[in-house]
């Protein structure tokens, strides 16, 4: 199958149409590339080059529906003057906390587009797109999880029940700063966006609809029609806020492994795209090809029968998968739509 963008009423659907093949699956597949090319992670991500090299390399090498750029979740955190560690063996990181009370927020300044290493990401997909000849999304931070990696994870749930108006107005500039970079990526030429939103999955259906819905609801209104928000949560939670998710307008909603697959897309219509799930370390890293390819196949005799799943990983796949394990999850794909 391809995916497709098919606008109505004023707002672009990720569509999934056209005939059955392993290009019916999309993970999120960056990283692994950055050890085919021999090379460090903090080389690679330092360099919008060596990103979009990256990018094409992993989309040149699989018959994914589209491409995905890094899911690198400090780039937004570090433009707005967080700590960063990055090595060239490892993910990058926040380190520390930015804002620590009322005072630290209200003077917190929003940085403009570009801050950081944020003109290397739209820089990257700009490199890329010009070399694809499948669709590319960007990658971005959802705006309560990017408040978590400016306050701190704990200290920021504490926050939501003991300084509530602090934490909204913490998530409102986060959001406020997520809204020009989707716009960025936008005019760079991504042909779309994953938000991902994993903090949001640690709060109950209250909680989420308080700090993280209206958020995201703000930034893909704000893009406006004709640019499809993926929205990613991989938090074992969201089955309970499953309502107040599927209603915020994203084009497709992507779950991670922690949830139940058949139950986030029992009653959802057809023209609602959902994606997931296998396991990214449990199956990509540790597990072997014959090990991989059952997995994915146990989930497409589940629900592959839906016109609307993509089979997708449970997260982005890390760093270190074994490319023989990627392979097998392509043919799983490949044998179940053929």
């Known amino acids: 199958m391809n995916v497709t963008f098919i606008p109505e009423n004023n707002k672009c659907g990720l569509k999934v149409s056209g005939s059955c093949d392993c290009a019916r699956a999309l993970p999120i597949l960056a990283f692994p590339a950055v050890r085919l090319m021999n090379?460090?992670?903090?080389?690679?991500?330092?360099?919008?080059?060596?990103?979009?090299?990256?990018?094409?390399?992993?989309?040149?090498?699989?018959?994914?529906?589209?491409?995905?750029?890094?899911?690198?979740?400090?780039?937004?955190?570090?433009?707005?003057?967080?700590?960063?560690?990055?090595?060239?063996?490892?993910?990058?990181?926040?380190?520390?906390?930015?804002?620590s009370g009322r005072s630290d927020v209200e003077n917190l300044r929003v940085p403009g587009i570009g801050a950081g290493r944020t003109k290397i990401c739209l820089d990257a997909v700009c490199l890329a797109k010009e070399r694809l000849d499948k669709p590319l999304y960007g990658g971005a931070i959802g705006p309560f999880t990017l408040a978590g990696r400016l306050m701190g994870?704990?200290?920021?749930?504490?926050?939501?029940?003991?300084?509530?108006?602090?934490?909204?107005?913490?998530?409102?500039?986060?959001?406020?700063?997520?809204?020009?970079?989707?716009?960025?990526?936008?005019?760079?030429?991504?042909?779309?966006?994953m938000i991902a939103e994993p903090l949001a999955g640690l709060m109950s259906r209250d909680m989420n609809a308080e700090f993280s819905i209206p958020y995201m609801k703000s930034i893909i209104e704000s893009v406006g029609g004709g640019f499809p928000i993926i929205y990613h949560n991989c938090g074992a939670s969201v089955v309970d806020?499953?309502?107040?998710?599927?209603?915020?307008?994203?084009?497709?909603?992507?779950?991670?492994?922690?949830?139940?697959?058949?139950?986030?897309?029992?009653?959802?219509?057809?023209?609602?795209?959902?994606?997931?799930?296998?396991?990214?370390?449990?199956?990509?890293?540790?597990?072997?090809?014959d090990g991989v390819y059952a997995h994915t196949m146990d989930l497409l005799k589940r629900v592959g029968h839906r016109e609307n799943f993509v089979l997708s990983s449970g997260c982005d796949i890390p760093l270190n998968a074994k490319w023989e394990n990627i392979d097998a999850f392509y043919a799983a794909a490949r044998d179940y739509y053929a």
């Not at 602090?166 to 005019?187: C, I, M, N, P």
């Open 153 to 193: 994870v704990s200290e920021i749930m504490m926050a939501c029940f003991d300084d509530p108006n602090s934490v909204r107005r913490l998530v409102e500039k986060s959001a406020s700063f997520l809204s020009g970079y989707v716009k960025a990526y936008r005019d760079e030429g991504a042909d779309g966006l």
């Open 39 to 99: 090379m460090g992670v903090d080389q690679v991500l330092s360099s919008a080059e060596l990103q979009a090299e990256a990018v094409c390399l992993a989309a040149g090498r699989t018959p994914s529906a589209a491409a995905i750029t890094f899911m690198d979740l400090s780039v937004e955190a570090e433009a707005f003057g967080a700590a960063v560690k990055m090595s060239e063996s490892e993910v990058p990181s926040v380190e520390g906390i930015l804002v």
């Open 241 to 289: 806020m499953k309502e107040d998710i599927f209603s915020m307008g994203a084009a497709a909603y992507h779950f991670g492994n922690a949830v139940d697959m058949g139950e986030m897309l029992e009653g959802v219509s057809d023209d609602i795209p959902v994606m997931g799930n296998v396991d990214p370390c449990s199956q990509f890293v540790d597990s072997d090809p």
